[in-house]
């Protein structure tokens, strides 16, 4: 482990730092997965830019439409905030889903997107939530989708000297539920061998909107279209659910490892759909609006 | 790129400017810099929680964070949790429910605790796991930290004292025994305080820092090994090729010695070791090991036991024609009449079973220390060892200087379960190093060399039969066991024995018959891991007992009862048991758990199971063939007799032997637990003890404590008569009293009479020793092993909830009885049985290392290798079924490792219970439950009959 090390002061000096070192240099936020990848051979980057000296990256607050994370909060924060807990229930619950507390604690909401490993927890909910990521560059910010953030294993759309500064929620309408499940091998402190965020949008008894996001099962966190479209227009019955969750088993992309095989996983996939739907479904239209 | 910064820091309140490398961690400038070395550096990745401490009052693994990053924050560590000399409540919380055993979780487990109560101050149960969920603990203390975390409020003003915990006790006349009481640990408050120093905690002056290249494929022939570049690098002090060091081969059995310290020749495993280095700091060191050139010429490899024994598979030693087939050892036994026994059964079945190569996975990586004096040639050594005399004795072999020329110390050990039970390369490298140098060399494995070490269990292929009377009564037995083996004996011959010699040690059956083949693979080595061979030929025959008795009709219970062992009986493999209370363990077990009432009753999903288990109290023979005794003692009276100290090569690795033996002492002597002074394991200060394997300590380093306190006692006896003015004989010695039995009135202090017999005779020393009976076993090969003293025995019921969705099974609940005799510390012997309890819960749901194709295993560390954590844990209830044992000191009998014998197969069966899925092969993963369940599915069988073979899909490498 050999780097040099950065401390900016401001997002502007932290880009131009970015862009001036070029590939071969990597963002610093909590170093929960930075540093084991380091110990591990896994990261190679000469020089770290340390985001920590940087005031205002850290912080959830609610503004009018857009609730916004900054992508230094802590997974702690996201965990207990109680704005999260209303905007979006399937982030707080993946967010308490993740590492245990001395990891909460210091990883960060924009090292878990942007270490972009597949089996990340906080991904699904932002993306069946539909919320966008703003991106600092050096010549000014631009927002992505969630959905587009990822574009493979362990890569994003960022280039050098573009910084993730915000997750941005859009405001939850009346009638939406989500819920986050996951299986993991055991119940402590274990990464996911399968997980699913749903969002359900119930109106009058009918889905108006929906959205199913897999993590784990693929090389990067996954939105299932097909599955939202079989959903939308229907009312929520164990038997749509069921269909929903059988496309997202055949949409999945698992590899076998140590953890399970692929097969496996596919079977996970169909039980977590149901659930995170059924679960979804209940929130949608019995615990009322949520903003 | 050593461009240092300057970082200011609070640590434990006291302001501190620092200058750090980028790269440095917190946990190495805590403990490299600061000398804070109860932070511990346990896995490096985050995965394991003993690295935990406060970042301005917020629970944080210490390495993952890079020193520079924290610059101004305010840093608590478990030294700075007692304020002006007094322990946080916390603190003595967990010393006296017994929260912590090894200890080398505890300090970060008490920072995540300190976070947590810090916020909530009246935690729930659920958020007293939650908090601790990232504090693995290998000895399994989680019901007691969550007890202890509970209730630490109450500790809040009250001192520290050694009074029991549990109040039945504590108000127990101290009249009554030392023997029998909850006291704390011995070792206790040093643990929580961060103040014990386990080896990769010491600090000698000019230390450097050694480490080893190890093979990077699993076979291969060693055509040349080139480290001048490697000691080229400025800051390396000395790099070891094999022709460097001695070309004695070293091993654990006297017959099979066949390890190198260093490969001349052949590598047969990935990580074998090639070379060593000494530098000034361990960066410098791994980057010399990078630049070691090594030729290898690869020869094809095995990797399975079975494929291994196949005609024209490579052979791993060819050089040896006994090895031939790459057969280590073989067992052929057969007792009574086998085939008349099974032509008698009314029902005979045949299944096989499968186990898996676990890992012991103490939180404790393997550390040594070696120092020379080069005036005297004479070497120190410390480390984390099982077994200092072993140990001592391979130095002397292995390097060729006499034992009386060398020192070996072990400081506390952070967890063993038969993982440090024998010699490595680490204490012979650090020695030769050392002595290259002529400084003093600390090394330590890295979590991943732990792994490529090894010397885990052994996965066993078993082929067992059983033969019954359609009551259940068993007319024969016939177990045939390859074990696979991994690339060296390690303990791997004695193993090999105790997979067949315990079986009929728990069940009566008039004919046995068991074929034992250890094998050899290009694997790293297996060896004695807790419980010892045992575990799955156990789980087998657990299992397959509860399919016959469904067969029969047979509640599983009354089958064991009808089968299980006798006090005073020979088995019929010649062993001989004593006490055994086998019987009330099974009767009051199925009466605590209420299984009449639940056995198929708890509904789909949820399921009750049994499983039973006998071990022996300590090995009838010494590993290598001796005539001296196994335990031996020495207790000095201090010279004002009020203190004792005990001198013992016996080692407390965590299970709290120590604790236990200053019990012993002091009930022997009549004098208070907390006179006894407990003198380090050093080979200087301790007369002969072979160490803690097959549970031995309790039973041979108790009569060797026990006998030493009662020549003590004579002596002053001896002067106390004169002065009482009666016979010695007369004399009874309790609460620090020496009286005459028959007129209790006429008494004189304990401390008087020792201060007389000093100033009479000189210092009072007592020596004492143990060596186990002399006829033990049969007289057949390989008879000596599974002989022992005396016999414990176990009954576990466990409860379990399967999804059967998804497969994942959760143990709900877990009711053990334990015949352990005498219980003499009530709080180390519950803790030994959790611990058990938790970890075989590992190895039967979760824990298998597994080998990628090139033979290296894929999951060498703690995110991929799951063990159990504090949210895993069942709800236990523990309790002991007393028995005298007439060959144990105030009757006791073992309870580490026979403990864990029972779990695996008592999960199992719940398994069965809760879902109709019979699963075979360990361990029983959600992946194997489904397909099981799919089976059941696609036959229409009804639940019962449902069997799972192993399904085979591959595990490509993790990504």
């Known amino acids: ?291 | 790129m050593s461009d240092e910064r300057l970082v200011r820091l609070t640590v434990n309140g006291e302001p501190r400017t620092l200058a750090v490398k980028p790269a440095t961690t917190l946990v190495s400038l805590l403990r490299d810099q600061l000398d804070l070395t109860g932070t511990k550096r346990a896995c490096g990745t985050g995965d394991c929680g003993a690295c935990t401490v406060q970042i301005d009052g917020q629970a944080a693994a210490s390495c993952l964070t890079l020193a520079v990053d924290v610059d101004g924050s305010e840093i608590t560590t478990v030294e700075g949790l007692a304020q002006g000399g007094e322990l946080h409540p916390l603190q003595k919380a967990f010393v006296k429910h017994g929260a912590l055993q090894c200890g080398y979780c505890t300090g970060g487990a008490l920072m995540s605790a300190k976070a947590l109560i810090d916020g909530t101050p009246d935690p729930s149960r659920d958020e007293i796991a939650e908090a601790l969920s990232g504090n693995l603990c290998r000895c399994g203390t989680y019901p007691r930290m969550v007890q202890a975390v509970e209730h630490w409020r109450d500790f809040a003003g009250a001192p520290l004292d050694t009074e029991p915990h549990d109040a039945a006790e504590r108000d127990q006349s101290r009249d009554h025994r030392t023997v029998g009481r909850g006291v704390p640990r011995y070792d206790g408050p040093d643990k929580v305080t961060g103040r014990a120093r386990y080896t990769a905690d010491l600090r000698l002056p000019g230390t450097l820092v050694g480490r080893i290249l190890g093979s990077p494929v699993a076979h291969g022939v060693v055509r040349r090994v080139d480290a001048s570049r490697a000691r080229a690098v400025p800051g390396v002090l000395a790099v070891l090729t094999g022709a460097d060091v001695p070309a004695t081969r070293y091993g654990v059995s006297p017959a099979r010695e066949d390890e190198q310290i260093l490969a001349t020749d052949r590598v047969r495993y990935v990580g074998d070791e090639i070379a060593a280095v000494a530098a000034v700091d361990d960066e410098t060191a791994r980057r010399a090991l990078a630049l070691i050139d090594v030729e290898i010429d690869e020869l094809p490899a095995v990797f399975d036991a079975e494929a291994a024994m196949a005609p024209g598979a490579p052979l791993v030693h060819p050089e040896h024609p006994r090895y031939a087939g790459n057969v280590n050892t073989r067992v052929d036994w057969s007792f009574g009449d086998v085939d008349a026994g099974f032509a008698a059964a009314d029902l005979v079945r045949e299944q096989r079973f499968v186990g898996n190569r676990t890992y012991q996975s103490p939180i404790e990586p393997h550390a040594a220390l070696a120092q020379w004096e080069p005036h005297a040639g004479r070497l120190t050594v410390w480390s984390s060892t099982q077994t200092p005399h072993y140990l001592h004795r391979s130095l002397s072999r292995t390097l060729g200087v006499p034992m009386g020329q060398i020192r070996v110390i072990r400081p506390p050990v952070g967890g063993g379960f038969g993982a440090k039970a024998e010699a490595t390369p680490l204490e012979f490298c650090a020695a030769l190093l050392a002595r290259a140098t002529g400084r003093p060399v600390r090394m330590e494995y890295s979590r991943e060399e732990m792994f490529r070490h090894f010397r885990g269990r052994h996965k066993q292929y078993i082929d067992l039969k059983i033969g019954v009377k359609r009551d259940g009564t068993i007319t024969a037995v016939d177990q045939r066991v390859v074990l696979d083996g991994g690339a060296y004996t390690s303990f791997g011959v004695i193993t090999a024995y105790y997979a067949g010699s315990m079986l009929p040690v728990l069940y009566k059956m008039p004919a046995y018959r068991y074929e034992g083949r250890r094998i050899y693979t290009n694997l790293p080595a297996s060896g004695a891991f807790r419980g010892h061979g045992v575990p799955q030929p156990r789980f087998a025959f657990e299992s397959l007992l509860d399919m016959i008795a469904e067969d029969l009709g047979l509640d599983p219970i009354d089958v064991r009862l009808r089968n299980a062992m006798t006090p005073d009986t020979r088995t019929v493999n010649a062993l001989d048991v004593s006490s055994c209370e086998f019987t009330a363990t099974l009767a009051r077990a199925r009466e605590a758990s209420g299984w009449d009432a639940k056995r198929g009753r708890l509904g789909a999903g949820r399921g009750i199971g049994v499983g039973c288990g006998g071990f022996v109290s300590g090995a009838g023979y010494p590993i290598y063939r001796s005539s001296f005794p196994h335990s031996n003692a020495l207790i000095r009276v201090h010279e004002d007799g009020t203190g004792v100290s005990l001198h013992i090569l016996a080692s407390d690795i965590g299970q709290g032997s120590d604790t236990v033996l200053v019990q012993m002492a002091a009930e022997e002597l009549g004098v208070p637990y907390d006179w006894v002074w407990m003198a380090e394991c050093d080979t200087v200060l301790a007369p002969l003890d072979l160490g803690s394997y097959s549970s031995r300590v309790t039973l041979m380093g108790g009569h060797a404590v026990q006998d030493a306190a009662r020549r003590v006692k004579g002596q002053l006896f001896e002067v106390a008569a004169g002065e009482l003015g009666c016979a010695p004989a007369d004399l009874e010695a309790r609460n620090a009293r020496i009286y005459d039995r028959a007129r209790p009135d006429v008494a004189m202090d304990w401390a008087a009479a020792a201060r007389l017999a000093f100033g009479k005779n000189g210092p009072v020393v007592g020596l004492g020793s143990y060596t186990p009976p002399a006829d033990l076993g049969g007289g057949f090969k390989g008879s000596t092993v599974g002989t022992s003293p005396a016999y414990s025995f176990s009954t576990v019921i466990a409860e379990v909830t399967v999804d059967l969705e998804t497969g994942f099974v959760q143990v709900d609940r877990v009711t053990d009885f334990s015949d352990a005799g005498t219980v003499i510390n009530p709080v180390t012997f519950h803790g030994q049985v959790e611990g058990s309890i938790v970890m075989g819960l590992g190895e039967t749901l979760l824990e298998d290392t597994v080998a990628g194709p090139g033979g290296q295993f894929v999951n060498p560390n703690l995110h991929d290798y799951l063990i159990p954590t504090i949210r895993d844990t069942p709800e236990i209830r523990s309790v002991a079924v007393e028995s005298y044992e007439p060959r144990g000191p105030f009757g006791a009998k073992e309870i580490g490792e026979g403990s864990l014998v029972p779990v695996l197969g008592a999960i199992a069966n719940a398994v069965y219970d809760a879902c109709g899925v019979r699963v075979t092969e360990l361990p029983i993963t959600p992946e194997k439950i489904l397909a099981g369940l799919a089976r059941r599915r696609d036959r229409g069988v009804p639940p019962a009959a449902a069997s799972v073979e192993p399904e085979s899909e591959t595990h490509a490498q993790t990504v």
């Open chain 1, 1 to 291: 482990m050999e780097f040099r090390y950065h401390r900016p002061a401001t997002v502007a000096d932290a880009c131009a730092l970015g862009q001036r070192l070029g590939a071969g240099a990597a963002f610093l936020a909590g170093g929960t997965e930075l540093v084991p990848d380091y110990q591990r051979g896994r990261e190679t980057a000469g020089d770290l830019i340390a985001l920590a000296g940087i005031p205002g990256l850290r912080g959830i607050e609610s503004g009018g439409d857009t609730l916004r994370i900054g992508s230094l909060t802590t997974v702690a924060d996201v965990a207990r905030s109680p704005l999260v807990a209303r905007w979006l229930p399937a982030l707080a619950e993946a967010a308490r889903a993740l590492g245990s507390p001395a990891i909460r604690n210091r990883a960060t909401v924009g090292g878990n997107f942007c270490r972009a490993v597949s089996c990340a927890d906080l991904p699904p909910a932002a993306l069946v939530a539909g919320a966008r990521l703003r991106i600092a560059t050096p010549g000014g910010a631009r927002d992505v989708a969630a959905a587009e953030f990822f574009v493979g294993a362990r890569r994003t759309v960022l280039g050098p000297g573009e910084l993730l500064t915000d997750l941005l929620l859009p405001a939850p309408p009346a009638g939406r539920g989500t819920r986050f499940e996951r299986f993991s091998l055991r119940r402590g402190m274990a990464l996911a061998v399968a997980s699913v965020a749903a969002r359900l949008d119930v109106e009058r008894g009918v889905i108006a909107g929906a959205a199913i996001a897999l993590g784990a099962v693929a090389p990067t966190p996954m939105l299932v279209p097909e599955a939202a479209e079989l959903l939308r227009g229907g009312r929520p019955s164990a038997a749509l659910f069921e269909r929903a969750a059988e496309v997202c088993a055949a949409a999945s992309l698992p590899i076998g490892d140590v953890r399970g095989s692929a097969g496996h996983r596919r079977r996970v996939v169909r039980v977590l759909v149901r659930r995170a739907l059924e679960r979804a479904a209940a929130r949608a239209t019995t615990e009322g609006p949520v903003s």
